[in-house]
């Protein structure tokens, strides 16, 4: 729902204001001249933390920004180490965080200049005394009187995507986004019919009618970009339609996969080893990156609480990186994101073939989980062995026993490891004899870890899980169904086809639910 906004222009009308009300509010400078879908973007609905909007690499920059997180700010009383971002004075207060808010007030007091500047320096209280700060990062500060419409459909654009997804495809989903809006259609539905895409596109692969599945491939990429933006300008998030999103992602990229193999399965010998490689290898790369980043966030972004009167932030300073500069893309390449996973795969079809398509896919995935790896297994070494709140990474062990061992420096590794090992097990029961039954049941048993990933990151209780099998489980079946029956035995399809189920029906259960 809507909330309110105010705008203080003293620190006794601030303080006023706080103490006036039990419902989250919006407080704004009152001299701010800010176009209404701008801000839009921290009234338009609640939110669980404070939130506040900034502009990015901003050359006059008074805050520092990490993950979007608020570090540190600068006023005339307080120095920051390194700034990235030049705030906007505004701030969204959540209402379980009015307490928060209102003690800072008499500690503010001391500084003269808090009396004109009061939301500045409640951004500073609220940083020294170590609340988590939300920021919304913006481009630049549209004029007020900016074509509403048109501002609102710039701000639904992601800025921060890949090199290829920012500077091509979403240049083409703003025009698929605009007839989306005229005809009112829900983001859910965008991304079914993306999906269904998706699938005619591996459909089109497995009978070699490469060209038209690469366009529909690259079709189905553009309609996903679609679908997020449309949700961002109409405000309708859902956990159902974050989890429909991310998940129809990794089924239509494996399907893509499974269709260039059954293409070329008669007359390349070891073309289901190629297909299976890449799926495992992709599921490992992800389900590390998740968890990299969630630990990563909770760790470089969690500030120790520092006195108000102290002049400086304590911060070690920061390398920026600019958007701007070559090796900035040059990273965001060498991460291989989706979009050029795709555009390989669609591109390297028509031109190279199948099988050429997935071992360039191999090696490349390859290199860039180990130059990714190699930066982060650094990185963590500054972080020490006592990390907590770590139970998300728990919880995807998926060994059906209450354990811990993930609170240590590298214990963000050690989901995806136990990935590995499950499908290294499963090779080994199948004798690796690679086929498209062995990539069918890898497939499945990949979608159903990427829902474990997402439902632990999203702290829904693993309750249900037990329907999977567990780990041991799971293998236990594997090995009794091919022990017993054989390898090609149409059992293993009938326990792809019941993991398939869990997965629908876990997903079902965030049907209607709201994020934040």
Not at 117 to 134: H, K
Not at 328 to 357: H, N
Not at 383 to 410: A, H, P, V, Y
Not at 481 to 505: E, F
Request: hydrophobic share 50%.
């Amino acid at each position: 729902r809507q909330v309110a906004s105010a705008f203080p222009d003293n620190l006794a009308s601030l303080n006023d204001l706080l103490n006036s009300t039990e419902e989250a509010l919006v407080v704004f400078e009152p001299a701010l001249k800010i176009a209404e879908p701008v801000s839009a973007l921290l009234t338009d609905f609640e939110r669980e933390y404070f939130t506040v909007l900034a502009i990015d690499e901003s050359d006059a920059g008074d805050a520092t920004v990490a993950h979007q997180r608020l570090l540190a700010v600068q006023t005339s009383d307080h120095q920051i180490t390194t700034a990235t971002h030049q705030l906007i004075p505004a701030i969204y207060i959540p209402s379980a965080k009015l307490p928060a808010a209102r003690s800072l007030i008499s500690e503010l007091q001391q500084f003269p200049n808090s009396q004109i500047d009061p939301i500045q320096y409640l951004m500073v209280g609220l940083a020294r005394s170590g609340e988590q700060i939300r920021v919304l990062e913006i481009d630049s500060l549209p004029p007020p009187d900016s074509n509403p419409d048109k501002l609102r459909l710039l701000l639904a654009n992601r800025s921060n995507d890949g090199f290829f997804s920012t500077f091509v495809l979403r240049k083409i989903s703003k025009v698929f986004t605009r007839v989306a809006l005229n005809f009112k259609l829900k983001p859910n539905f965008i991304t079914v019919v993306s999906f269904l895409v998706g699938v005619l596109a591996a459909i089109e692969f497995s009978r070699s009618n490469y060209i038209s599945g690469a366009l529909l491939l690259q079709f189905s990429l553009i309609l996903d970009c679609v679908d997020g933006e449309v949700a961002r300008y109409t405000k309708q998030f859902s956990r159902f339609g974050a989890w429909l999103d991310a998940l129809s992602d990794r089924v239509k990229e494996f399907m893509a996969i499974g269709g260039l193999a059954y293409s070329v399965q008669g007359s390349v010998k070891n073309i289901w080893l190629l297909a299976t490689l890449a799926v495992i290898l992709q599921t490992i790369k992800h389900i590390s990156d998740y968890d990299f980043i969630a630990v990563r966030e909770s760790l470089e972004v969690k500030i120790e609480p520092s006195p108000l009167i102290q002049k400086t932030d304590g911060l070690a300073p920061r390398k920026l990186l600019k958007k701007s500069s070559a090796l900035y893309w040059a990273k965001k390449v060498i991460y291989f994101p989706i979009a050029e996973r795709w555009l390989l795969i669609s591109v390297g079809a028509v031109a190279f073939g199948a099988q050429m398509t997935l071992v360039v896919l191999i090696v490349l995935g390859f290199l860039s989980l180990a130059y990714v790896k190699l930066g982060r297994v650094l990185r963590s070494y500054k972080w020490g062995d006592d990390i907590k709140d770590c139970n998300f990474i728990d919880q995807q062990g998926d060994l059906g026993l209450n354990l811990k061992f993930s609170n240590f420096r590298f214990g963000w590794g050690l989901s995806s490891l136990f990935r590995l090992i499950e499908f290294i097990l499963i090779i080994t029961i199948f004798d690796f004899d690679f086929s498209a039954t062995l990539f069918l049941l890898t497939f499945v048993i990949a979608i159903y870890h990427y829902v474990n990933l997402y439902d632990s990151l999203n702290k829904i209780p693993p309750s249900q899980r037990f329907l999977g099998l567990y780990l041991p489980g799971r293998l236990l079946l594997v090995l009794i169904v091919v022990m017993t029956l054989g390898a090609q035995s149409p059992v293993i399809s009938w326990i792809c086809t019941y993991l398939a189920l869990v997965i629908i029906w876990r997903g079902g259960r965030r049907l209607g639910a709201r994020g934040n």
